[in-house]
């Protein structure tokens, strides 16, 4: 349990990561929401993602299904 959750919270980080390299211009010139709603929607999921980790990476709180929603913002935003 320990390993999927870890893999979860790799991919809602490499999520946050990318949305924060990738230009504001990009993000409305391919018809998506704005930077601004990327970073924040996927700070949030990244944040989620960190609280459900272990100690002593994480912080060990279980959230239930703010985690299933964290995956699935995190897998919008990479598709």
């Known amino acids: 349990m320990f390993l999927l959750t870890l893999a979860l919270f790799v991919v809602e980080a490499w999520a946050f990561i990318d949305a924060a390299r990738r230009p504001a211009a990009a993000f409305t010139d391919a018809g998506k ?6 970073m924040v929607l996927t700070g949030v999921a990244m944040a989620i993602g960190f609280l459900g980790l272990r100690p002593p990476l994480g912080l060990g709180m279980s959230t239930g299904l703010l985690d299933l929603a964290a995956i699935v913002a995190a897998a919008v935003y990479l598709a």
């Open 33 to 38: 929401r704005t930077k601004t709603f990327w």
